[in-house]
């Protein structure tokens, strides 16, 4: 039953097969067994059941709320949940427990959704890992697997049973894992530069980044204001889209959404690609490309191709810059954004009572990591009078001939562009613990942000299954 | 310890310095002040420069002074610039925080229509052009009354500039004698206030209060086209009558409702301009006048004597009536802006560019607000001036005392009196009797009907104008008698009765023989009137 999309659960659940509470107990035993992925960082035992309980009553009544009603969904620890601890995986929000529930949780729960718990992350969503955060890493899944430990068995001898466990990508890692780990049927992550999509490469799930400005960021504890969106993490991509169509539309907290009206939309049963024409980027084409991940492009294009589509090659050709622009707009809001961290009306506090001075820089070394520090450093060091003209202002300027790429591409009759996620598949914790975070995000999110400094929407599925 | 007296006069823009000898201080304790106020590690001859300005300065040095503001205004609204919160004086602390003013993480700032109308208002009454698109940034700085450690403001594009303020000040002894002065506005930007903070010493703690944090302000910055504390003053007096008729701010600077930064230099003229200093947080208009008058003088003696200004912040301590440095400002702040992403460009509209089709919920129609623009304080002037034939000094008080021009106003309507006799009554003997009592105009304890009672029996000369005093006094003390019964009890009525009045004159003048005929029609006359 755990293993079914979206979509097959509630129509068992609509027609009686199994019951909301039946289904949250099941998710709950799952996650208690799947405890060393540690994908969870909060598990909300309690008002699971509650809300179980509630959607039980409303499906013997025959008044389900939808498609969402009684799923367990899992939300990224980075979003607002009245009530339930949410801690960014970070020590200064470490006990934090908001008043209020971020947009697109309260639209989940609206539609009846039970929320099963707050998944971990890099600290603050930086990171491409899910390896820095203060609760320790997100295990990928797929590390158990068979495959995987078969595949260990030849490789090394005299390893301990789980030293060599996959990363799960990130910053959405814990999202990710809950997914693949059948512990929910959809949880939500958070996409930056790749945040959503990273993970649900490196997890076999399906990861959705919309449109910035369709759904809605507030209550989303900010990384990059200018290119957060709220990501979409499931088993299939009709669940995806299931969930994109109860978060999508315009919410007047959130002044940059869009105002136009959604239109609700369903997935067309049968793919029809022939009149697709579906574009490959030529720049993508890194040398760091593992031979793997460059088969399964071709593979995926030549499908594309034998069921009839289009597919040509095209060219973004500000894509070699695109990793130090969106560095240098990083860090710049990170440290606007961080700004507000200093212990005063919520979150860590340190001991330190001789001066606010004193009692700010302690509390803001004793909450955050090296990673989020050293970008706030970063991020103000670009933001100096002296800088902002050569680097931020610039950094904008490259920014928009960027965006500019994508738009010509899609102008000129190409639908959708193909392009990998990842450099490489998944690849062992002490193998990615070699380099520092800046430089795993650097190599990891090359693919992955330049559409978030665009503002387009991308989707991945893994190649595999 | 010889105090250095100095006098000078604002003769337009020029400050003429002209050093006296020794002697008594009036009432101007600045300079004893500023000497023992001199900081540690500069030179401490206190004493010779003074000597030496003395000997060598016969004539008159000229130096101009230069001072620009910035005005911040409290905008009168219902609910704060990007949150819901209300906005209410004097409510328990932290009483109205909405999520966003406590920079609760996730949460994000969502536009007050009611503020845009506001700032669109100001800039139309102040001649400014209104930028269609106008944006918002960030100013970070860390300070305890600013929770997301950055104020939301508009440093790139501003949603009004270039306009002009004119305003009045005096030139002369007489009260009639008034200039016209018009000072350049730069621009008028939208921007988030800070908390509050209040240092508890004994216990070393500050406390925050957060209710002001996130209301709605508009800065006007007024370019450095004023010479002295008394124009300055006379402009922001005129810019809060402004607020006032418009009703975009309350503008009560008691209240804090609106302060006035104030920038500061002094030059030889035909020289390049001077280094400025800031003083802040000026909040009565007597003080505005006193700091910048100080700072000019501290500045003049300063360079008079070969040392340099700093380009600092300074705060005015009223008490001992002089400016001094700020403590926290170590070096010059960088304020690292940027834009403020979770805000698009504010876009505005005009009849011609209004989109079809467009939500008016949505959209702003600058034409519409500008022809629904309420009353300028320049036109009431005028228009009294023109109804009711008054000097122009005299429609300036009336404007310039709080509900005077009401009471004013109310008066004329219940009597019969001539316009010029209520303004000559209210300007002079009611405001008179305000402010010897130094009472508010809706504290005063004779109301506009009684004083139109008064005047309409002095109209019909029911009553002689010295008996009409004796009756106002008598109004004063507010033993709830109407006028009518005042001059009925103390027997005040001018004698009609002919024969009544002859055989007065008579007595009287049987009583002093002396008095020839001439005397004798003149008083026969004099007890008519």
Request: proline share 5%; glycine share 8%.
């Amino acid at each position: 039953m755990l293993g079914r999309t979206l979509r097959e659960v509630s129509t068992a659940l609509k027609q009686g097969h199994i019951t909301p509470t039946e289904l949250c107990q099941k998710c709950l035993s799952l996650i208690k067994k799947t405890k060393f992925l540690n994908a969870y960082i909060t598990v909300s035992e309690e008002v699971a059941l509650k809300q179980a309980e509630e959607s039980e009553k409303r499906y013997k009544k025959g008044h389900s709320l939808g498609d969402l009603d009684g799923i367990p969904v899992a939300v990224k620890d980075n979003f607002s949940t009245s009530s339930i601890e949410t801690t960014c995986a970070s020590n200064m929000l470490k006990g934090y427990v908001p008043p209020y529930n971020a947009t697109v949780v309260q639209k989940l729960l609206d539609k009846g959704a039970v929320l099963m718990g707050k998944t971990n992350l890099d600290e603050f969503a930086m990171g491409s890992g899910s390896t820095d955060g203060v609760f320790g890493p997100v295990k990928n899944p797929w590390s158990y697997s068979k495959q995987y430990r078969e595949k260990r068995k030849q490789k090394a001898h005299g390893e301990n049973e789980d030293s060599n466990w996959l990363i799960t990508g990130g910053s959405s890692g814990g999202s990710a894992a809950a997914v693949a780990a059948f512990t929910c049927f959809a949880a939500l992550g958070s996409d930056t530069g790749g945040s959503t999509r990273n993970p649900a490469a490196h997890c076999g799930v399906v990861g959705f980044k919309p449109s910035y400005g369709l759904v809605s960021r507030h209550g989303l504890i900010p990384l990059v204001n200018s290119m957060d969106v709220p990501g979409i993490l499931t088993r299939c991509v009709d669940d995806a889209a299931i969930v994109l169509g109860m978060l999508a539309g315009h919410d007047p907290k959130d002044s940059t959404t869009i105002q136009d009206p959604v239109k609700p939309f369903t997935l067309p049963t049968s793919a029809d690609v022939n009149k697709l024409c579906i574009g490959i980027p030529k720049e993508y084409l890194a040398p760091e490309l593992s031979s793997e991940v460059r088969s399964f492009w071709s593979k995926a294009a030549n499908l594309f191709e034998s069921e009839g589509a289009k597919v040509i090659e095209v060219s973004l050709p500000h894509t070699s810059y695109s990793i130090v622009c969106y560095h240098v707009l990083c860090t710049s809001e990170v440290a606007s954004n961080m700004a507000r961290f200093d212990g005063l009306e919520y979150g860590h506090r340190c001991d330190i009572n001789v001066s606010t001075e004193a009692m700010y820089a302690a509390t803001r070394r004793e909450g955050f990591n090296d990673v989020v520090r050293g970008r706030i450093l970063s991020g103000n060091f670009f933001l100096l009078k002296e800088n902002y003209e050569n680097y931020f202002i610039k950094a904008q300027k490259v920014r928009r001939l960027i965006a500019n790429d994508f738009v010509n591409v899609f102008n000129s009759g190409v639908d959708v562009l193909l392009t990998p996620t990842t450099l490489s598949e998944a690849v062992p914790y002490l193998e990615f613990i070699k380099e520092d975070n800046r430089t795993r995000s650097a190599q990891d999110d090359i693919f992955t942000q330049a559409v978030n400094m665009a503002g387009f929407l991308s989707c991945l599925q893994d190649c595999q299954q | 310890m010889a105090a250095l007296m100095l006098r000078w006069s604002c003769l337009g823009k020029r400050w003429v310095l002209a050093c006296i000898d020794g002697g008594s201080r009036h009432g101007r304790g600045a300079a004893i002040g500023l000497t023992s106020r001199r900081k540690r590690g500069q030179s401490s001859v206190a004493q010779q420069p003074l000597i030496a300005v003395q000997k060598s300065r016969k004539g008159e040095h000229e130096w101009a002074a230069v001072v620009g503001l910035e005005i911040h205004a409290q905008i009168s609204s219902n609910s704060k610039l990007f949150s819901g919160s209300q906005v209410h004086f004097a409510a328990p602390p932290n009483s109205l925080v909405s999520f966003f003013d406590a920079s609760l993480p996730g949460t994000l700032p969502v536009l007050n229509r009611r503020c845009v109308e506001a700032a669109v208002m100001t800039g139309l009454a102040l001649n400014c052009r209104i930028n269609k698109k106008s944006l918002f940034d960030r100013k970070h700085y860390f300070y305890a009354d600013l929770p997301a450690g950055y104020q939301i403001t508009q440093q790139r594009l501003p949603i009004a500039v270039n306009g002009s303020l004119a305003y009045s000040v005096s030139v002369g002894k007489k009260p009639s004698q008034v200039s016209t002065r018009t000072v350049r506005i730069k621009q008028i930007q939208l921007e988030q206030d800070s908390g509050k903070s209040l240092h508890d010493e004994p216990r070393s703690q500050t406390l925050i209060d957060l209710n002001r944090a996130g209301v709605g302000l508009l800065e006007v910055v007024l370019e450095p086209d004023m010479s002295c504390g008394e124009e300055a003053a006379s402009a922001v007096r005129e810019l809060q009558l402004i607020l006032q008729a418009l009703g975009t701010s309350q503008a009560n600077m008691a209240e804090g409702q609106l302060r006035v930064d104030a920038n500061i230099s002094v030059h030889h003229p035909g020289e390049p301009l001077g280094v400025r200093t800031e003083v802040k947080n000026l909040n009565s208009a007597r003080f505005l006048a006193k700091a910048i008058d100080f700072e000019i003088k501290r500045q003049i003696h300063e360079l008079e004597n070969g040392r340099k200004i700093l380009n600092e912040t300074r705060s005015f301590d009223d008490k001992l009536g002089c400016t001094m440095p700020m403590r926290d400002k170590e070096g010059k702040q960088d304020y690292r802006f940027m834009p403020e992403p979770n805000l698009p460009p504010l876009l505005l509209y005009d009849t011609a560019s209004l989109p079809p089709g467009a939500d008016p919920q949505q959209v702003i129609n600058i034409d519409w607000i500008r022809e629904r623009l309420p009353e300028l304080p320049g036109k009431t002037r005028e228009k009294l001036i023109q109804q009711y034939g008054m000097l122009p000094e005299h429609s300036f008080t009336l404007l310039n005392e709080v509900g005077l021009l009401e009471f004013f106003q109310n008066v004329i309507k219940e009597t019969r009196a001539e316009p010029k006799k209520v303004t000559s009554w209210v300007l002079n003997i009611f405001l008179g009797f305000l402010k010897q009592q130094n009472l508010a105009v809706n504290e005063s304890p004779v109301t506009p009907s009684a004083l139109a009672e008064l005047l309409n029996l002095l109209d019909r000369k029911a009553i002689s104008s010295s008996a009409a005093r004796q009756v106002f006094e008598e109004l004063w003390q507010s033993k709830g008698k109407t006028p009518s019964q005042i001059v009925s009890e103390k027997k005040l009525e001018l004698m009609q009765d002919q024969e009544a009045l002859e055989r007065v004159c008579h007595t009287v003048m049987e009583g002093h023989p002396q008095v020839g005929v001439e005397g004798r029609r003149k008083a026969m006359h004099f007890s008519a009137c």
